[in-house]
T-cell receptor, first 112, second 112 residues
Framework: KAGVTQTPRYLIKTRGQQVTLSCSPI?????VSWYQQTPGQGLQFLFE???????NKGNFPGRFSGRQFSNSRSEMNVSTLELGDSALYLC???????????FGPGTRLTVL | DQQVKQNSPSLSVQEGRISILNCDYT??????FLWYKKYPAEGPTFLIS?????DKNEDGRFTVFLNKSAKHLSLHIVPSQPGDSAVYFC???????????FGTGTSLTVIP
């Protein structure tokens, strides 16, 4: 079974721009979660989608948004990028709620 | 506010000895806990989990202990192997879908 894939793997943007990251979960997995990883902060939960509905949301500003499509693929969008948004963005999928999650390799976003 | 804490950023252990990684949490509603291992340039990989109805769970060389009264869990690796060298994250959830709170990670180095 193919693992979780994330595209692109690396991205460089400038302040004020917007960015869209993509995540394809493992086939059959309906839950997709997004995390931001920065040095010293560990993984911070952004949001979780289950069957195209946002079910949980972390404590991030409204500039961070996401969606899930009927095939469970998910995208997250960050608008008006700030320097502090530079991070590794990880996507994780699981077959049901309340399960261990399978992570993708992440997208490394650098904001200049 | 960091609800899950890993107070040791790094740990070095001799090959063959026991590695003990610690994790503390503050939210008494957490009832499901996981450990992940992360290699550079890869997403975290699920290792082992434990629910609050148990105080110990074993899987091969890995054992997780949960002390609910102390809000503390630990991961024991016996015997430690050089391939275990990675960053280890603990995570916790309060049965609210897949909203997991992660610690900041402990970097384990197993010295041959």
């Amino acid at each position: 079974k193919a693992g979780v894939t994330q595209t692109p793997r690396y991205l460089i943007k400038t302040r004020g721009q917007q960015v869209t990251l993509s995540c394809s979960p493992i086939s059959g997995h309906r839950s997709v979660s997004w995390y931001q990883q920065t040095p010293g902060q560990g993984l911070q939960f952004l949001f979780e989608y289950f069957s195209e509905t946002q079910r949980n949301k972390g404590n991030f500003p409204g500039r961070f948004s996401g969606r899930q499509f009927s095939n469970s693929r998910s995208e997250m969008n960050v608008s008006t990028l700030e320097l502090g948004d530079s991070a590794l963005y990880l996507c994780a999928s699981s077959p049901l709620s309340y399960n261990e999650q399978f992570f993708g390799p992440g997208t490394r976003l650098t904001v200049l | 506010d960091q609800q899950v804490k890993q107070n040791s950023p790094s740990l070095s252990v001799q090959e063959g000895r026991i590695s003990i990684l610690n994790c503390d949490y503050t939210n008494s509603m957490f009832d499901y806990f996981l450990w992940y291992k992360k290699y550079p340039a890869e997403g975290p990989t699920f290792l082992i989990s434990i629910s609050s109805i148990k105080d110990k769970n074993e899987d091969g060389r890995f054992t997780v202990f949960l002390n609910k009264s102390a809000k503390h869990l630990s991961l024991h690796i016996v015997p430690s192997q050089p391939g275990d060298s990675a960053v280890y994250f603990c995570a916790a959830s309060a049965n609210t879908g897949n909203q997991f709170y992660f610690g900041t990670g402990t970097s384990l180095t197993v010295i041959p």
